[in-house]
């Protein structure tokens, strides 16, 4: 079979397999199906950063199973080293092998020096919103308390627990009793300012908000036993956080003796363009929660690693069927060894600095491109009326729908899905970055000059 070389669309999207097998996902599965909805194709074959789908139609794929396939789509080595292992020995339980135990060294190994001898590692279900569940049990039996601050706009997972971690009221509502004692804090949002203030009137008013909350005696909130913390809010919009206010919570958090979990489900494996994005904010987490990423390859594995310190829970605290996957042990640790042999986090760099110089251009002749933010490859583009302020959802959606039929994936999110985010591989090639701007470049200016035509005629 051909290789797959670049993006091109021959028919209407959905084509008729395509078609045929929607319609039977929609008659079989359950109401909860997601990404179907907005990006109708079904998938034939992938390679790289490409998709291809049952009618011939092959796609930049700008999405990566949510961030999932670091490299791409079938990489050669790791499709090696996943074979080697399936014909030796696949579910271990928590058992020592040699796979887990290099991938163990590996991922130690890109932590930062200072951290790599005082770091524990738990291996926990295959997703990481089970890694948040566990994160936060491993708070509540080191410190003995039981509330949890967390962050709007901040999304940790769909279990029960992690759910009540998540900003989304949206997802939250239908289910009662839901867990108790968490807070939510506002987030470093400076362009949507949580509090009402402008960056040029503001001193790092929510960092100021959480400090003095957590050390008023009389401020109504016990000590809790951990903060959670997104450092580039994914769900909530591809946003940010400053780098005064990430420093001021890590700082109220060690003087209080308050564990602060960082999530990088989203941001670890190299998708900032540092292994960790806690690296650019010169902190330590006392806790980091990982997954997505780490097979390199979509196999599910999760993991959380804290400081030593914490390790205070009993032998099967903490536990999952599946927290043994020796094939994600293999790709993952072989995986770290393709990021460092073949410049991937230099890549990430290079090719965040290609697209932002492009996206760039669009918001200054683009109305409505309010906002264009995120850090490595994981990049946003949010969308407002240039009259009224109000988000720019009907938008972003035909953005994704057109972008689609030019052959480039694209995910929604944010406050009513009004940002266009771009999550690639991280092998995303310069010619693959260009095509993708172009195609934006395309949709966009297509677009908006039907709503300036639609407006004139009114």
Known sequence: ????????????????????????????????????????????????????????????????????????????????????????????????????????????????????????????????????????????????????VSFQGGFHGSTHAAMALTGLVEQKSPIANGMPGVHFFPYSACHNCPLGMRPDACET???????????????GITKPAAVILELLQGEGGVIPAKLEFVRRVREVTRELDIPLIVD?????????????????????????????????MGLPAAVI??????????????????????????TGAEAIRVVRRDGILENVQARSE?????????????????????????LGIELADPETGTRGSALARAVQAEALAEGLILELGGRDDCVVRLLPPLILTEAEADFAADVLDRVFDRLTARSTESAQSA
């Open 1 to 148: 079979m051909a290789s797959l070389t670049a993006p091109g669309v021959s028919t209407e999207i959905p084509g008729p397999r395509s078609s045929e097998l929607l319609k039977r996902q929609a008659d079989r599965e359950s109401n909860t199906r997601s990404y179907p909805r907005r990006l109708p194709v079904a998938v034939a074959r992938a390679e790289g950063s490409l998709i291809e789908d049952l009618d011939g139609n092959v796609f930049l794929d700008c999405l990566a199973g949510a961030g999932v396939l670091s490299l791409g789509h079938g990489h050669p080595e790791l499709v090696v080293a996943a074979e080697r292992q399936l014909k030796t020995f696949v579910h271990g339980l928590d058992l020592p092998t040699e796979p887990k135990d290099d991938f163990v060294e590996q991922q130690l190994s890109m932590l930062p020096e200072s951290m790599r001898h005082s770091t524990r590692i738990q291996f926990c279900g295959p997703t990481g919103a089970n890694a948040v569940d566990a994160a936060i049990k491993l708070c509540k039996t080191y410190t003995g308390r039981g509330d949890i």
């Open 205 to 219: 008013n929510c960092a100021t908000y959480l400090e003095k909350s957590l050390e008023d005696p009389n401020g």
């Open 264 to 296: 990088e489900v989203q941001t670890g494996c190299g998708r900032t363009g540092t292994w960790f994005a806690f690296e650019q904010y010169g902190i330590e987490p006392d806790v980091i929660v990982a997954s997505k990423a780490l097979s390199g």
């Open 305 to 330: 690693m804290y400081h030593e310190r914490l390790d205070t829970w009993a032998p099967g605290a903490h536990s999952g069927t599946f927290r043994g996957n020796q094939l994600a042990f293999a």
């Open 354 to 378: 290609q697209l932002m110089g492009r996206l760039t251009e669009l918001r200054e002749r683009c109305a409505w491109v309010s906002d264009v933010r995120g850090r490595g490859l994981m």
